[in-house]
């Protein structure tokens, strides 16, 4: 005789995993926006100080309907070698200045505010919230699997109707 399983004996084991990666991606992405984020700001300051002023060539332009989504390609030139950098936003003429690291040449601050970290994929406050709604999603996903497995636990179990057949297999 084969029993057939009841809606709570389901496996919920993939539920669980949704949950477990929602609880792990959620801070993840909270802490690496915040580290990455603040990172960016700490590098305008010390180049507002430290960095040697030069003038970028404005190699392409994205516009998009979404203005985050602005894209300039810059090159420029600093002790003979030539750099090309991806930046977010829109300059305003065919030309650019920017701040440059004089110790990491690839390292700069456009006067748009942006630096050649901009378009990293963590590089925006609005990350931090995300990741937080993610983990509670995930947090409460579990709560809610507990409590219904608790329930489910605590009530009893259901009695079996039993079928009798005869020699052909009919009731």
């Known amino acids: 005789m084969s029993e057939s399983k009841t809606k709570s004996d389901g496996h ?3 539920w ?3 949950y477990a ?3 792990v991606i959620g801070p993840a992405l909270s802490i690496g926006a915040a580290v990455v984020k603040t990172g960016d700001e700490a590098k305008k300051d010390r180049l507002l100080s430290e960095g040697v002023p030069v003038t970028a060539i404005v190699k392409d332009r994205h516009w998009s309907s979404n203005k985050s989504l602005d894209t300039t390609t810059i090159s420029y030139q600093f002790d003979g070698e030539t750099f090309t950098s991806t930046i977010k936003g829109l300059p305003g003429g065919p030309t650019m200045s920017i701040l440059v690291d004089p110790d990491d040449p690839a390292s700069f601050l456009a006067d748009n505010g942006s630096t050649d970290d901009s378009r990293h994929p963590l590089n925006h406050w609005a990350s931090l919230p995300w990741g937080i709604a993610l983990a509670a999603l995930g947090g409460v996903g ?3 699997h507990r409590r219904a497995r608790r329930k489910a636990d605590a009530a009893p179990a259901r009695a079996r ?3 009798t057949l005869n020699k052909r297999g009919k009731r």
Do not use: D, E
């Open 16 to 18: 669980l995993v949704i």
């Open 161 to 163: 109707k039993t079928t």
């Open 142 to 144: 579990f709560a809610a």
């Open 21 to 23: 990666l929602l609880l």
């Open 12 to 14: 919920s084991w993939p």
